[in-house]
């Protein structure tokens, strides 16, 4: 036999060690496709929990801005109603004001009608008093004017008293009331000291209002 013809022959120990050879391989490349599946079974996992977080946050962010806009189209609602309130409320105190504006002139000339129609009532009650001054004073020279004067005069008090005209005429001896008298001078009396000596001038009176004080002379409890 040549060598060309010659078959490799199998030992029992190659065997073995071929086997021994394939199983580790075949140990090795089962662990690896085992421990790469796991961690791309987590990484995915990851994935999907914070996608999930994500999703639930934007939702949790979409409900508040819904709230906020809500509650700000609210205010603005309030706000224009406040606006139209206070639009009418403003056009309101305008017509007020311009009411209170006109009664006021119409106040102004009532009370300026009822001043000229009671000066127009009392000049023609006095009227007649002057025209009788007028006669009076028309008479002869040397005649007693006195009369006629007396007459005039109560004529006089008459129209004073339809007005709730009074006089002021406080009788001598009587003490001085600021509020009514005016002392225009003091002089030596036999009457008390601080009382009035005379009337020089009377006053006059119309209910509680002193139109005009009385002028009085008051002792200086010097005299005789």
Avoid at 3 to 12: G, I, L, N, R, S
Avoid at 49 to 65: G, M, N, T
Wanted: glycine content about 6%.
């Amino acid at each position: 036999m040549s060598d060309d013809d010659a078959v490799d022959v199998e030992t029992p120990d190659d065997a073995e060690g071929d086997a021994e050879r394939t199983n580790g391989t075949a140990e090795a490349t089962g662990e690896g496709r085992s421990d790469g599946s796991a961690a791309a079974g987590d990484a995915r996992s990851e994935e999907e929990a914070l996608a999930a977080a994500v999703a639930e946050h934007d939702e949790a962010l979409a409900r508040e801005v819904a709230a906020l806009e809500a509650e700000l189209a609210e205010t603005r609602e309030e706000l224009r109603e406040r606006d139209a309130e206070v639009d009418e409320l403003t056009s309101k105190l305008a017509r007020v004001k311009a009411d209170f504006s006109n009664y006021k002139e119409r106040a102004k000339r009532k009370q300026d009608e009822i001043r000229e129609r009671a000066s127009e009532a009392l000049v023609e009650r006095l009227a007649p008093v002057r025209n009788d001054l007028l006669r009076a004073l028309d008479q002869e020279a040397g005649s007693d004017l006195r009369p006629g004067v007396e007459s005039t005069l109560e004529k006089f008090d008459e129209v004073l008293a339809e007005e709730g005209v009074e006089s002021i005429e406080p009788e001598p001896g009587e003490e001085v009331d600021p509020a009514r008298h005016q002392v225009m001078l003091r002089v030596d009396s036999d009457r008390p000291e601080g009382a009035i000596h005379e009337v020089y001038e009377p006053g006059y009176e119309m209910g509680d209002r002193v139109l005009s004080e009385a002028k009085v002379t008051v002792s200086t409890g010097d005299g005789e």
